[in-house]
């Protein structure tokens, strides 16, 4: 039975991920397959994680806020399913979106979410400020030695789950790792590729090769740095109530990146078509030979085998803007539906405001900033609209 290794690097924008400057990134690219487009389902921690475990869109696992909804009790997780075909199989968490709480634990015989509360003593998970919950983590060195001391005590095929949160506001890097860097938060992300790199060698340590290891990694959602990148929309260039990421989605926050590794993967691959992250579920499961999900997601397989396939149309939601305006300052947000669809001639993004007629359109090839709605001749429907 092949070991597996799940990396999720979370709030890492895509072009900082590819940028080439993250050694323990570029090594997994050399070993593996990059896919180049893939798209998050929401741009928050716990809803992100739970359509990558259950290959499921908000809409199916339950979770479509940010503090109001746990995983729904009939769906399945690919941790459940290693679990019953014999892994051990174990997570370190590293922030209040993958705390108990929400069900992300269903499959794991280990799962350590232990964080400190916020510097004013109160419980993270109480707290709807995506950006204040930034300061309640656990940081990349723990994260890593409590990963390999339960895979230290480990005997047969195992299930790693390592969350890295570093990347997340405040943006202040704890130490110069000998990345250059162009600002503090490509300094977090590269802060947490160095102990990414550690990890590796650990596990190399305990007589894991690298090569036999199946490894999965990506991000959840990425981050919206109010002008730090020409993507960016939050602050003063026009959406001031956009703490990083949580009500938007543009592509600063839905293009993640998305990485496979390990035996049934080719080494030094990229793929341009459009994929989705509810896909990393079943072709995990499909590369280990096992069962799969009732989910919205499909194999990546063919990717490997076949050496490409069709991209596929991704949807994004953000319910979060429900409650972020319930502080009274921003009476007016609404929650937002996307479909971005891209092949070899055309990449665009249909964005639906909730509840009002407001749709834009956004042509990604001539206009990849999402600087530009286009008008349309008829308003199409949203998602689930009827």
Same mark, same amino acid.
């Given at each position: 039975m092949t070991n597996v290794l799940f990396i999720s690097l979370d709030t890492v924008r895509a072009d900082v991920a590819y940028s080439g400057k993250m050694p323990g990134i570029e090594s997994l690219r050399r070993r593996g397959t990059t896919f180049r487009q893939a798209v998050s389902s929401a741009p928050l921690t716990p809803i992100s994680h739970a359509s990558v475990f259950t290959g499921l869109q908000p809409a199916g696992h339950g979770i479509r806020h940010l503090l109001r909804e746990q995983l729904s009790k009939d769906v399945t997780t690919f941790a459940e399913r290693l679990r019953a075909a014999g892994y051990s199989t174990g997570a370190v968490v590293s922030c209040p979106g993958l705390n108990k709480w929400?069900?992300?634990?269903?499959?794991?015989?280990?799962?350590?979410?232990?964080? &400190?509360?916020? &510097?004013?003593?109160?419980? *993270?998970?109480?707290?709807?400020?995506?950006?204040?919950?930034g300061l309640a983590?656990?940081?990349? *060195?723990?994260?890593?030695?409590?990963?390999?001391?339960?895979?230290?005590?480990?005997? !047969? *095929?195992?299930?790693?789950?390592?969350?890295?949160?570093?990347?997340?506001?405040?943006?202040?890097?704890?130490?110069?790792?000998?990345?250059?860097?162009?600002?503090?938060?490509?300094?977090?992300?590269?802060?947490?590729?160095?102990?990414l790199q550690q990890l590796f060698r650990r596990i190399e340590e305990m007589g894991h090769s690298l090569e036999d290891l199946l490894v999965v990694c990506f991000s959840d959602h990425g981050e919206d740095l109010a002008g730090w990148y020409p993507n960016d929309h939050s602050g003063a260039l026009g959406h001031p109530y956009e703490e990083g990421h949580g009500c938007l989605l543009f592509d600063t926050t839905q293009h993640v990146p998305l990485l496979f590794s390990g035996p049934g993967v080719p080494g030094g691959t990229e793929i341009g078509a459009q994929v989705r992250l509810v896909d990393i579920a079943p072709t995990m499961l499909?590369?280990? !030979?096992?069962e799969g999900l009732d989910c919205d997601g499909r194999t990546l397989v063919e990717f490997f085998t076949a050496g490409g396939g069709p991209s596929r149309p991704a949807y994004s939601e953000t319910y979060?803007?429900?409650?972020?305006?319930?502080? !009274?300052?921003?009476?007016?947000?609404? *929650?937002?539906?996307?479909?971005?669809?891209?092949?070899?001639?055309?990449r665009h993004k249909v964005i639906w405001h909730i509840g009002s007629d407001r749709v834009e359109t956004y042509d990604l090839l001539r206009d990849p900033h999402e600087r530009c709605a286009e008008p349309l001749t008829e308003r199409p429907h949203a998602p689930g609209e009827r």
């Open positions: 929400y069900g992300m634990d269903r499959g794991f015989d280990f799962y350590d979410d232990e964080i &400190p509360r916020l &510097p004013d003593g109160s419980d *993270p998970l109480t707290v709807g400020d995506v950006k204040m919950r983590l656990k940081r990349a *060195p723990l994260v890593v030695d409590r990963a390999c001391e339960w895979l230290s005590g480990q005997q !047969g *095929p195992f299930f790693l789950f390592a969350h890295f949160f570093d990347a997340h506001w405040p943006y202040e890097p704890p130490e110069d790792v000998g990345v250059a860097v162009d600002n503090p938060y490509e300094g977090e992300v590269a802060y947490s590729d160095h102990y499909d590369l280990l !030979g096992l979060y803007p429900e409650e972020r305006r319930a502080d !009274g300052q921003y009476p007016d947000l609404l *929650p937002l539906a996307a479909v971005r669809f891209s092949d070899d001639a055309d």
